[in-house]
């Protein structure tokens, strides 16, 4: 069995991840480009059914049968089941694995790419969540490079597959094709003209679901959107990215006529939203992660809209991020309570924006 590369998060922590590397088609509103195929092991139950020594098992078969072969050799492997709370957040914030991961209990582990555009989860809602992201408006590439991946493990193990109703998943949404394909925007004029809401029941009668930044049940932070399909079952994978291809483009154009509207129209009130916005980033003494995200999500469409001239999107990128409560504590080596994070957050935003300071 080949040995495994191992991955330091502190060295991960430092860069970025795909998700915000802020390059890609369409990046200055299209974040990221992510598709999600859920998979289950033939001989065992789904993962709510299971015992530990079944969890335990799956999660050999996956690191023995799949991850120790040559196909695979450059993913490094985690057992999340021993790493501390700080670094399962850490991988969260990462989008490399789900908030249910990180608090779900028993053997469960991550591979990981060391480009982080593909993160394979063991033992999630189900045995295998297979996930891959690309930067910017890239479903297609990231279709591609997912197939591939669940052609070669299914070579290696038998998965839960019935003839009419397709691949077999713990969550009844997900049977049939077991995808997910979501893009994730960020739309700040659509919020800042009320728009948004309207956006949001025109997608939800076309049966796509909206989500925050970290899936499901969470909140928008920073006007960041997750738009994904909710139902794959009678769907084939083709359709299913046909569905939300066609879709992004038309939220693309919502949000550049809005962002137009306020140059054109509020160009005063948005010059000021943005300068303080900027002026709070470069000098608060303590400044909490909501209140950054939301600053911050500002800041990025006054550089898309030339209002800031002297400031790089991929800096702004990195601090959406880099200020998240633990990547805080990975870059400072040590761990902080919630105050302490509040003043190292103002900090670090201080000496990463300050040299950009009009």
């Known amino acids: 069995m080949s040995q495994k590369p191992t991955v330091k998060l502190e060295e991960l922590a430092s860069g970025c991840g795909e998700w915000l590397r802020g390059s890609g088609p369409e990046s200055d509103i299209v974040i990221s480009s992510r598709i999600r195929l859920a998979r289950n092991l033939a001989q065992f139950p789904f993962i709510r059914r299971c015992a530990d020594e079944d969890r335990a098992a799956i999660e050999s078969t996956f690191r023995e049968r799949v991850f120790s072969s040559e196909a695979f050799e450059g993913l490094a492997y985690l057992d999340?089941?021993?790493?501390p709370a700080v670094d399962r957040q850490f991988l969260v914030e990462r989008q490399l694995i789900s908030r249910e991961h990180a608090e779900s209990h028993g053997a469960r582990g991550v591979a990981i790419d060391p480009?982080?555009?593909?993160?394979?989860?063991?033992?999630e809602e189900d045995h295998l969540r297979i996930q891959v992201m690309h930067s910017g408006l890239a479903l297609r590439e990231?279709?591609?490079q997912i197939n591939r991946i669940d052609d070669e493990i299914s070579q290696r193990v038998v998965y839960a597959f019935h003839d009419r109703l397709g691949y077999l998943t713990a969550c009844p949404t997900n049977v049939g094709t077991g995808m997910r394909v979501s893009v994730m925007l960020h739309m700040p004029?659509?919020?800042i003209t009320r728009q948004i809401e309207k956006v949001f029941r025109s997608l939800q009668k076309i049966s796509l679901a909206v989500r925050g930044l970290y899936g499901e049940g969470s909140q928008a932070m920073g006007d960041f959107y997750?738009?994904?399909?909710?139902?794959?079952l009678g769907r084939s994978e083709e359709n299913l990215i046909e569905q939300v291809s066609e879709v992004v483009p038309v939220l693309i154009e919502y949000e550049r006529r809005a962002r137009d509207f306020l140059v054109q129209e509020n160009s005063q009130d948005l010059h000021?939203?943005?300068s303080r916005a900027y002026g709070i980033l470069c000098n608060a003494q303590t400044i909490t992660s909501e209140e950054t995200?939301?600053?911050l999500s500002s800041v990025r469409m006054g550089v898309n809209l030339g209002l800031i001239n002297d400031l790089e999107i991929p800096t702004v990128n990195k601090l959406f991020i880099h200020t998240q409560p633990a990547h805080l504590q990975k870059l400072r080596g040590v761990e902080l309570d919630k105050a302490d994070r509040n003043v190292e957050r103002a900090h670090y935003l201080k000496q990463h924006l300050e040299p950009n300071s009009h």
Do not use: C, G, K, Y
């Not at 480009?115 to 033992?123: A, P, V």
């Not at 997750?226 to 794959?232: P, V």
């Open 293 to 295: 995200m939301h600053l």
């Open 115 to 123: 480009h982080e555009r593909s993160s394979l989860m063991i033992n």
């Open 226 to 232: 997750q738009i994904s399909n909710q139902i794959t």
């Open 189 to 191: 004029a659509l919020v």
């Open 142 to 144: 990231a279709w591609d």
């Open 80 to 83: 999340v089941s021993q790493l």
């Open 272 to 274: 000021d939203r943005v």
